[in-house]
């Protein structure tokens, strides 16, 4: 359905997808979570994600999921509703799928997030008493999410190459990516984001002086392989 609002000139010309919104029960979202894929893939989608009936559970309960959702889409903001009471900002406008825009909605998104893979994150990591994220049972979902970063800049051509091999092979199962990257010979971040087999990408603002140029990807989708992306993305780089 989303992908109708772009590959569909007449429709795009009248239309615009502004965002996917997503409510998840808190009382049965787990469990509708273990057993529907399709749930699974709203939430890997999602631009804004709602949390309701939180009142009928435990907090802890409520943490643990608002841990798994993370864990599934770490781009999307989580929102506790009671009854329906939502800001109207929460709903309208958030312009998801325009790139420049969702820089502004998501300003830390190049800070370091602690709940998706993360190429440079340590993989011996294990829950702990030091560990700030709840405790409790791990999910093997197959909708999932990793990031990449880097500190040198990306050949454009090895990376385009690279990009559109990987979205032919997987595009079905790539829910979500964008990202903010380093480029070489530019002095301008490139933003880019995709559903599924459409991607696009755009200028952004130029590297502030003294600003760390780091690139950094994020990636939502079923099953991914990890490695092949990963490794394959550290080839693109100068």
């Known amino acids: 359905v989303a992908q109708t609002f ?33 749930a699974r893939r709203e ?8 949390i309701s009936k939180t009142r009928l ?3 802890a309960e409520v943490d643990a999921l608002i841990h798994r959702i993370k864990h599934m889409n770490p781009r999307a903001k989580q929102t506790k ?21 969702k820089l502004d909605i998501d300003p830390e998104f190049l800070n370091a997030d602690a709940h998706a893979h993360d190429a440079h994150a340590d993989p011996d990591h294990e829950h702990g008493e030091h560990c700030d994220h709840p405790h409790h049972h791990v999910h093997d979902d197959d909708v999932k999410s990793f990031v990449f970063r880097a500190d040198k800049a990306f050949n454009p051509a090895k990376l385009e190459d690279f990009l559109g091999a990987i979205v032919q092979v997987y595009g079905p199962k790539m829910l979500r990516y964008k990202g903010v990257l380093h480029m070489k010979g530019s002095d ?16 952004g603002p130029k590297w502030a002086p003294g600003e760390k140029k780091t690139s950094k990807m994020v990636f939502i989708g079923i099953d991914l392989p990890r490695d092949v992306f990963l490794q394959g993305l550290e080839g693109c780089l100068v």
Do not use: W
Request: aromatic letters at 10%.
């Open 6 to 38: 772009f590959m569909d000139d007449e429709i795009a010309e009248s239309y615009l997808l502004d965002s996917i919104l997503t409510l998840v029960d808190a009382k049965h979202g787990d469990q509708q979570l273990n057993d529907r894929q399709e």
């Open 43 to 50: 939430v890997g989608f999602a631009d804004q994600i709602f």
């Open 57 to 59: 559970v435990e907090g």
């Open 81 to 101: 509703v009671n009854f329906g009471d939502v800001p109207l900002a929460d709903v309208f406008d958030l312009r998801g799928f325009n790139l420049n825009a």
């Open 188 to 203: 301008r971040k490139v933003i880019f984001q995709g559903v599924h087999q459409l991607m696009g990408s755009d200028l």
